[in-house]
């Protein structure tokens, strides 16, 4: 069964890079879609944008200025940086793999990591 | 972008009781195909969503009998048939037609 990490700092300052990394394991990382998604304390899931194996990105249009993703396959690994960050970027950073149809119709998240807060704080 | 949005946004009830949510979409989630693009998912106290319903009323994987999902178009439904205690959570819908990606604001369930 495929399994999703997170792990980056928990702590990042006004103005700076937040940068966090997804690891995959139990599973390939090929052929499949990658996504991240966020939720605010206490608040609903925001969707911020997924990544084909091939480095194919789609982003949320709401912070897509600001988003970068990348993928490692080589090392089972993708990555999300999110930049100029402030308070409202405070947020459990949830990384998740998407299942699709041949087509690359999405599907649904079938598998989603445990999740890293980061708090944007000077 | 799609609006989702669900009722209602509490919903308390006795075990071994049904329960059901509302989702509505701001536009038709219906593809020519005849596929509703609607997933629901459950977000347990302390954990990471996990998906129940997919294409509007297909169960994912391992997901009990007792969920189920109904509707077409831009109303949907999910359904519990005999509430337990491990169901306890917030439950959204999201769109997965078009991006962005969009959620409903959530559900919460909790027992009386």
Known sequence: QVRLQESGPGLVKPSETLSLTCTVSGGSISNYYWSWIRQPPGKGLEWIGYLYYTGRTNYNPSLKSRVTMSIATSRDQFSLELSSVTAADTAVYYCARVLSTVTSQILYFDSWGQGSLVTVSS | ?112
């Not at chain 2, 007792?66 to 491990?86: C, H, N, Q, Y």
């Not at chain 2, 409903?104 to 909790?110: H, Y």
């Open chain 2, 1 to 112: 972008d799609i609006v989702m949005t669900q009722s209602p946004l509490s919903l308390p009830v006795t075990p071994g009781e049904p329960a059901s949510i509302s989702c509505r979409s701001s536009q038709s989630l219906l593809q020519s195909n005849g596929d509703n693009y609607l997933d629901w998912y459950l977000q347990k106290p302390g954990q990471s969503p996990q998906v129940l319903i997919y294409f509007g009323s297909n169960r994912a994987s391992g997901v009990p009998d007792r969920f189920s999902g109904s509707g077409s178009g831009t109303d949907f439904t999910l359904k519990i048939s005999r509430v337990e205690a491990e169901d306890v959570g917030v439950y959204y819908c999201m769109q997965v037609l078009q991006t962005p990606i969009t959620f409903g604001q959530g559900t919460r369930l909790e027992i009386k």
